[in-house]
């Protein structure tokens, strides 16, 4: 990978120049990071736990027409996938009161809400990405008013299905984080999803317990994260059972 040129490094990730034009490589960190990087640590073995979730939802949606930037997975920490120009907005989607809607509205957490809410929030880290509306959006120009539709389709389109899918591996899908780009082809573009989906990017809770299975346990110092996320792979079928030993991380179905 040091032969490889650098394009883009971010809290979790790093992008480099694909093989092939119009091409990325996207390498996993172990980082891990909250509250815009001013809580951080590693913690061995995120990286490939994230590859391996991320891969196994976007082969997912690729099979159900859902579009993705996902070409193939690598190794244990990169993957392949399509070069795109990122929308600078992060589009959440809302199941259950968590986080930060809990706050501001003085919710109870894990109350569900009436329907699915889904939120836009402008991806600038030295603003803290604030919380924008469709208004701004337009205005400013960062997405055009079709493009919005086709972004709120595809997070709806998303939401039911990772929601169903979770469910049937005993848990709850509270909210998620997704981020989409624009395919160009010539002078035409269209919006497909982009970045990742993992704990790292999703509120998961036990569907009994409650228990939280993603970066909560980090933000909050719960501890216990990459048992969290390998038991969220060992449900999908990723991770067989007893197969992670100390000291040598995740043992990953090829």
């Known amino acids: 990978m040091n032969r490889r040129r650098r394009i883009y490094e971010g809290k979790a990730k790093v992008l480099y120049e694909g093989p092939e034009p ?6 996993f960190k ?4 909250a509250f815009n990087a001013k809580k951080h640590a590693v913690i061995d073995g995120k990286g490939v736990l994230n590859n391996r979730i991320s891969e196994f939802i976007f082969q997912a949606l690729n099979e159900i027409g859902v579009p993705t930037h996902f070409i193939k997975r690598l190794n244990m920490r990169e993957q392949l996938i399509r070069s795109v120009e990122i ?4 589009v959440v989607v809302r199941n259950v009161a968590a ?7 003085g919710l109870e957490e894990g109350t569900p809400l009436p329907r699915s809410i889904i939120e836009f929030y402008y991806k600038n880290d030295e603003l803290n990405d604030p ?3 469709e208004e701004h959006i337009s205005a400013f120009g960062w997405a055009s008013p ?3 539709d086709e972004m709120m389709m595809l997070a709806m389109r998303i939401n039911d299905f990772l929601t169903g899918m979770f469910l049937a591996a005993g848990i709850k899908l509270v909210d998620f984080k997704i981020e989409m780009g624009r395919l160009w082809d010539n002078d035409m573009s269209r919006v497909i999803l982009a970045d990742e989906i993992s704990p790292d990017s999703c509120r998961l809770w036990d569907a009994k317990s409650k228990d939280k299975l993603d970066k909560d346990r980090f933000r909050r110092d719960m501890g216990g994260l990459i048992e969290a996320y390998t ?3 060992r449900r999908l079928g990723i991770v067989t059972e007893n197969e992670q030993s100390a000291g040598s991380g995740p043992r990953l179905v090829q």
Do not use: F, N
Request: hydrophobic content about 45%; cysteine-free; proline content about 3%.
């Open 87 to 90: 929308i600078p907005l992060e």
């Open 22 to 27: 119009g091409t990325l490589i996207q390498h």
């Open 146 to 148: 079709q493009e919005l």
């Open 99 to 105: 986080g930060s809607i809990a706050t501001r509205l």
């Open 131 to 133: 919380m924008v509306s």
């Open 231 to 233: 038991e969220v792979a």
């Open 30 to 33: 172990d980082d891990a990071t």
